[in-house]
């Protein structure tokens, strides 16, 4: 029988994970060595099982593994073979049958761990997911307190899990202790539980601007001065601020606690900036001023701070780049991320300094577009074109014909500058949205026409066009005529399902007459 051990009763609700999701290393299929020691017949019988699981046809599967037990009562293997016969009910929504399954497992073959723990684990899952909260809870505490199954990769699950179900109860201590053993036990044998559980206590040490307790957490002796693991903590931290203080943070913060994230924002600028030292002694000074940048340009909107990384160090390192492209590159991104930011200022100085007059000003059209001055990008993408750069010009016409159709209606303008692009049948396409913007649906038709008998492998979606055109302008019989002959001319394409779908929806047969 299970061997009892002591158990704390955690009652609140907690999130259930996919079992698939709950362990990287832990899988039910049967391990090598253990295949290896199955005669021809049960390996047979075995990968039949193994087959329908595979399959999903789970009552099958559940079936299969029954007449294994049933065929080789005497087989070493039988403690898997119970446990599978239980996690195929489970899988198969038949969650009371595996219950009853997984307690055999455990009453008659609890000291085989590599069976019996997975029992222990989903008969818990199980549990849970019929509503029995505590039941699931103490059997995946049982688990985790027994000194045989907290070895196994699926305890890092249960481990979390509690962990989540006392976090959930504000037992903030006890859920930060279970997370750390996590972390401490499952570092390399369930490294995705660890990686979730390294999160929580990060992210909980960085809303309470505990940094003297994070830093204690992953610093030993041993690591102290570690210059490599130190960056790796520094960028650990940075990585999760940067993605978090962006959104409610599971939601500590809301639009009525506004101060409470900025003051949690600044103190961990604060302590990030404590960390030079170590990206220095790795010689990657560079990451270090990339996220000090980012996080005061985008995160604390802090223009001065920004202004100030800038000028005393971004731009004069981002000078000193000897080769040309890279250079050009490096102001070219700086640009974006403060363009991104809305500073636009800053993101002309950057442009400044860089050497190729075309990306320059391709990059000022792109700082205009982003402030709304659409008559001014244009003029700005008529200097790109004009330039001694066929690249940049091309790239400059097709942005201007994007302004003249997306942002200033000016379809007419757009279509000139479409028809001047020898890039069909894309420039085709981008005519045939203009005209149809502009209410002039046979034009955009005959444009149609033009990419369905000139381009064959997008005539089906050209003729799938004119068909839903039709139908938008409400002429009602020239989209079903069109869409007959979608499936008598295309009946393999994706369209003659789009075409069979809207006969449908008009109680119309698909056969008939089709338009020639």
Known sequence: MMRPTGFICLLLAFFIATPGLMANRWTWELPNERFRRLNAFQRAQYEKAAKMLKESNFEAAAAEFEKFKIQFPDSDLLPYVVFMIGYSQHQSKHRNAAIRTYSEVLDYFGDVVEDAAPALYFMGIANIENGEQRKGMMLLKEMIDDQDYQVHPLAAGALRHVADNAWKNESYPEAIRYYKQVVRDFGTTNAAEAAIA?????????????????????????NQEDTKHRKWMAEEAWQLAYRYFHTDWDGVYTNFNREKRDQDMKAFYAWFKKQKSWYEAVDDPWRYYHNLLLFAAHRL????????????TVIPMSKKIEDDKLRNDRFAWLSDRLREAADYDQALYCISFMSEPPHAAYKEYEVLAGQGKWQAAVERLKAVEGMNSEEWARRALAQRAWVYRDRLNDYTKAIELYQQMNNPPDNLWAITECYKRAGKLKEALGVLSEIEGSFPDNAARAAWYKTAYYQESGDQKQAIAHARRILNVYPGAPEASNAHQLLEKYGIDTGGAVVE
């Not at 909980?204 to 957490?217: A, G, H, L, P, R």
């Open 198 to 222: 390294r999160e929580k206590i990060t992210s909980y040490y960085i809303k309470n601007q505990d940094f003297v307790s994070y830093e204690q957490w992953l610093l030993t002796p041993e």
């Open 301 to 312: 909107r802090d223009r001065d701070e920004t202004k100030q990384i800038l000028e005393s």
